[in-house]
């Protein structure tokens, strides 16, 4: 194995670890808002379940070697550019704490590298367009309407029940539901990985063509977005969990139910989706399917904004990236050094507000520093208090009163304003 | 363009089933649990409790069943 094919093997796991933690949202966000599970539990519970999914199906991984690009005109260098686009976005879009789609984000990369490499007659648009780009597109469609049945149901008999017996039912259901989504994350998200390394391998003659990824690669893949899930993507869980609607245990429960039947059984279909839209397309669905909840259209725009840019972004930069690293070996040194040294600009950008429970509590959270430096653990966990105190059935609340919501209208209607005032109701 | 619309549909039923199915469970268990709280803020009819543990069982039950049927679909065939 020669030493381009080990740096494209290591920087496939890399970028499977910042999938990892931009993603720890999709499975946890929704139960730490509510109150379900704290913020450090459920990243590692979501960590060890996404290890556990890696193993479950290998569907998604050979749509990804075996058909999104001609891999006998493809070099391991051009790979390596479209990760190093991938990896680029994700980090700059869990900075300022956006939920983009990881997967975009890879065939982005892939196919600007594999376009400025060979020509656009090596990207199997097919394929593309009828297993990656279709069902990226109407996954988060479909996802919302799923939730949103569920959701709509799901309050309709739970209303029936005693108030504090069903929310504490649904928060418990909720560790379960939440489970289930990191087990899908673990089988949809590291089979991409385990995808990109298969078609590294093949392109080298290692593996023949349309091999099913080895045993060490799935082990590998598994182990890297787990420990990126246990770190924990506090930003993007803060947007996710709280920034779209101020969710409840029932829908909750709703909104990952429909994710987990989404990814699972788009999976076993070979369907390459992004949980991460799957997962904001359900938050949306099951906070419309809440009559009394309040949708924040304006950062769901947001997201779609860059749901939009992710994919071209990501391409442009593996063009780039390609294009350089297939100059030679300098070239590829060229681009990793720029890689590690755009990825520690971002991350000291994003160690520039100190994350603890006692800055959060002093911080001035405005318009200013939406999805910026003040989320963390402390924070994530202190709203999750404050919702889970005041959670409550629709039929027991006067309509479009949601926790919090009352200070961040005052505030401009921000959501992130009046969080340290929960902070300090927790406290 | 092979787009697989049967495979794409099969996608939403199945969600669509699955997730009504389980939450709709989910919440009925819990209005049978509720039969056994003290507070009697229902917007419906209590159930007795032992009408309400048995409702709650067999829509446990029947919820379990769903999730555990889309493992072995995924994992064993």
Not at chain 1, 10 to 25: C, I
Not at chain 1, 126 to 131: E, F, H, N
Not at chain 1, 217 to 238: D, F
Not at chain 1, 382 to 398: I, K, Y
């Amino acid at each position: 194995m020669s030493t381009l094919v080990i740096a494209v093997v290591l920087t496939a796991l890399v970028f499977d670890f910042t999938n990892g933690f931009h993603d720890t949202a999709n499975a946890m966000a929704t139960s730490i808002a509510t109150g379900a599970l704290r913020p450090r539990v459920a990243v590692v519970l979501a960590g060890v379940l996404n290890l556990v999914g890696a193993f479950l199906s290998v569907e998604v991984a050979l749509t990804i070697s075996g058909g999104l690009v001609d891999e006998a005109r493809i070099t391991p260098a051009v790979i390596f550019g479209g990760l190093v686009g991938a990896i680029l976005w994700n980090l700059v879009t869990w900075l300022v704490g956006l939920p983009s789609s990881s997967s975009h984000a890879l065939f982005g990369g892939l196919i600007g590298a594999t376009w400025v490499f060979a020509g656009s007659g090596a990207i199997n648009v097919s394929t593309v367009a009828g297993k990656v780009l279709l069902p990226l597109a109407l996954s988060p469609v479909v996802a919302g309407v799923v939730a949103l049945s569920a959701t709509w149901i799901g309050y309709r008999i739970a209303t029936r029940g005693d108030r504090r017996t069903t929310t504490r039912g649904f928060q418990r259901a909720q560790i379960v539901s939440a489970s289930m989504i990191a087990l899908a994350h673990g089988t949809n998200d590291a089979q991409k990985t385990m995808g990109v390394i298969t078609l590294t391998l093949i392109t080298v003659g290692l593996l023949p063509a349309h091999s099913a990824p080895p045993l060490w690669v799935v082990l590998a893949a598994g182990l890297a977005i787990a420990a990126g899930t246990a770190t924990g993507g506090w930003r993007i869980i803060h947007t996710l969990g709280r920034r779209i609607s101020d969710i409840e245990s029932p829908q909750g429960f709703a909104a990952e139910t429909a994710s987990a039947a989404v990814i699972l059984s788009s999976a076993h279909l070979g369907f390459a989706l992004s949980t991460t839209q799957v997962v904001s397309g359900a938050v949306l669905g099951s906070a419309a399917g809440r009559r009394a909840g309040p949708v924040r259209w304006r950062v769901a725009g947001r997201m779609a904004a860059v749901w939009l840019l992710t994919l071209p972004a990501a391409a442009v930069v593996g063009a780039l990236a390609a294009w350089v690293s297939a100059r030679g070996t300098g070239g590829t040194v060229l681009v990793g050094a720029v890689l590690v040294v755009v990825s520690a600009g971002i991350y000291g950008l994003s160690r520039r507000t100190p994350v603890s429970a006692a800055t959060v509590g002093a911080a001035t959270v405005g318009a200013a520093t939406v999805g910026a430096a003040t989320v963390g653990a402390a924070t994530v966990g202190a709203a999750t208090v404050g919702a889970a105190t005041v959670s409550e059935l629709p039929a027991q609340r006067s309509p479009g009163h949601a926790p919090g919501n009352s200070a961040a209208a005052e505030h401009g209607g921000d959501p992130q304003v009046g969080q340290p005032a929960a902070a300090a109701r927790a406290a | 363009m092979a787009v697989h619309w049967g495979s794409l549909l099969a996608v939403f039923l199945v969600s669509l089933g699955a997730a009504v199915a389980v939450v709709a469970l989910v919440a009925t268990a819990l209005w049978g649990i509720s039969a056994r709280a003290v507070t009697a803020d229902a917007a419906a009819p209590r159930l007795s409790r032992r009408m309400g543990a048995a409702v709650a069982a067999v829509s446990l039950t029947a919820a379990a069943l769903v999730v555990l049927f889309g493992f072995w679909v995924i994992i064993v065939r």
